[in-house]
C-alpha cells in the first residue's frame, strides 16, 4: 500500500509544487458568473479546479463552507472533480471526538484523502482516524491566529510548550507514516523550532496568504524528509479575482502559479 | 435579553430535569419502523422528541451523524421539532477554527440555542460563539474518554494541569454569561475539584449511559450557582429499544423518564 504521504510527494514531484489550494467558497463573495448555478458553491469550485489544478498538490475544502444540505452536495462533487484532475483532497474539518461518534466522523475518509484534526481528546479519540494507514491525518499543533498561544504555548511542567508536545505526541501516535501537522506561518521561528523536532512529520502551513505569514519560513520548514509538506492559500487565491480585470478562475489559476514559484525560491 | 443559561435553568425547574438527550441516529442502528421514511433520520429523532421531551431539559444532535446532504435535512427539521416542543438544541459539534471560517461556523447559532467547542486554538478562535450573547458554549474541558489525559492532563509549569487552566480561561472569557464546561462523569475526583473551581460554569456532563459513569458525581455536580447544567445520556436513551419489547420510542420515554428520576435522587 503507498501512504498518503508518499503519493504526495510524488505530486510535489511531479508538478513542482507544494501549494495547498484552499476551497472555501464563502456564499458571501461568490462572484456573480456563479450565483446563478444550481449550486454555485460547486460552481465555483469546479472552475477554481480546472484553472489551479497543475499548480495544486492538494485542495483543500474547509467543511465550515459546505455545512448545509446544498453544501455537502457541492462538497461531494468537488472532490469527486479534483479528484478526476488527479489531485489529492485534504478536508480540513478540524475534527475529534470520542468513541463511536468518532467512527462516524472519520467515515468521510471513504470519500476524501486527508484531513485535518484537533489533538486536544487525545490518542484513542482519533484512532478511527490513524487507523486509516491509506489517508494522512494533520494535527493542529501551533495555529496561525494570535489566540493560539492561549492553550498551545502553556508551558509544561518539563520546560516543554504545550504544542511541542503535542508534536511529540504526534510523532508517538504516528505508526502508520500517516501523521502531518498544521503548523501556521505567522511564527517562523516556532515553525523552524517544530520541523528540527519531528524532521519526519510533513507539515500543513496556513496563513501564507490573507494572513500575512512568512513565505520564505513556509516555503523552507514545510516539507518532511520524505518530501511531503504542504503551504497553504485560500483567499489569496480563491478570491484574487475581486481586485483584478480576469475572470475569477483565470485569475485564480495566475495566483496558485505565482504563489507556487514564490514557494519555489526557497525549497 | 434572556440568557441561554437563564432559559436553561428555568426549564431544568419547570420540568424537573437536568436530562439532555443525545440525538445521534445511527444509521447503522435505526430500527425497522423508520428505514422506509424519506429521512429515516428525521423520522427516527421525531419519535424520540415525541416521546421523551417531557423530561429533556435539552436536546443533544452530534453534528457527526448529519453530515451528508440527507443528514442536513434531517438535522434541520429535528431542531425544529425540538424547539416547538419548548425543548432548546445543543449542537454537540466540538467545532474550532479561526477568524472567517470561525465566523462561518458560528451561523449555525442563528438555528440551535447551544453548541459545543474545542479551546485548542484559544480566545479569538472562540470569540464569534461568544459574542453571541443569548447562545450556550460549552468549552471541552475534560473529557470522558481515556485518551482525554493525553494532553488534558499535562501538569503545567505553575502545577496546575492542562484541563484546569482550561476551566480558568473559560472563567475569564465567561463575560457575556454564556460559557459552560464540557467534563466527563468517567472521572468524579476531576469533576467534583473543577465545580469548587468554577462553581458558576453549568457542565455538560456525558458519559452516564453507554459509557458507564458515576451518576452520583454527575448530578451532584452538574448545577452551577444559577441553577443550570446538564447531564446526557444518548445511546442508554434513544436505543434502549434494542433490549426491550417496546417500541423503541416508548422505551425512550421510560429510559429517559428513569435518567431522569435516578438524577433527581442526588440533586
Same mark, same amino acid.
Given at each position: ?67 448545509? #444540505?446544498?453544501?455537502? $452536495? ?29 467512527? $462516524? ?5 471513504? #470519500? ?31 495555529? #496561525? ?28 501516535? &504516528? ?50 524528509? &520524505? ?12 478570491? #484574487? ?27
Amino acid at each position: 500500500m503507498t501512504t498518503f504521504f508518499d503519493r504526495l510527494a510524488d505530486r510535489i514531484a511531479d508538478i513542482d509544487s507544494i501549494v495547498s489550494v484552499g476551497l472555501d467558497p464563502d456564499t458571501d463573495r461568490l462572484p456573480e458568473a456563479v450565483r446563478d448555478a444550481d449550486l454555485p458553491r460547486w460552481e465555483f469550485n469546479r472552475r477554481i479546479i480546472d484553472a489551479t489544478h497543475e499548480h495544486a498538490a492538494v485542495f483543500k475544502p474547509n467543511a465550515a463552507f459546505y455545512e448545509d #444540505s446544498d453544501g455537502w $452536495q457541492a462538497l461531494e462533487k468537488t472532490v469527486e472533480h479534483a479528484q478526476e484532475k488527479g489531485v489529492p483532497v485534504l478536508l480540513d474539518a478540524k475534527r475529534a471526538d470520542i468513541g463511536n461518534t468518532s467512527r $462516524q466522523y472519520a467515515k468521510v475518509l471513504d #470519500s476524501v484523502d486527508a484531513i485535518t484534526l484537533n489533538p486536544f481528546l487525545g490518542r484513542d479519540a482519533l484512532a478511527p482516524f490513524l487507523d486509516r494507514e491509506e489517508a494522512g491525518c494533520f494535527l493542529l499543533c501551533r495555529t #496561525s491566529n494570535p489566540g493560539g498561544a492561549d492553550v498551545q504555548e502553556l508551558e509544561l511542567a518539563d520546560g516543554n510548550l504545550v504544542y511541542e508536545r503535542v508534536a511529540d505526541l504526534a510523532s508517538e501516535w &504516528n505508526t502508520n507514516d500517516n501523521v502531518g501537522l498544521v503548523v501556521g506561518a505567522t511564527t517562523p521561528e516556532e515553525l523552524r523550532a517544530v520541523r528540527e523536532r519531528v524532521p519526519d512529520l510533513p507539515f500543513l502551513v496556513p496563513g501564507v496568504g490573507a494572513q500575512g505569514g512568512d513565505a520564505e519560513a513556509a516555503a523552507t520548514h514545510a516539507t518532511a524528509e &520524505n518530501g511531503a509538506g504542504l503551504v497553504n492559500s485560500t483567499r489569496g487565491i480563491i478570491f #484574487s479575482g475581486e481586485d483584478s480585470e480576469s475572470a475569477f478562475d483565470e485569475a485564480a489559476g495566475d495566483a496558485a502559479k505565482d504563489l507556487k514559484e514564490r514557494l519555489n525560491q526557497y525549497r
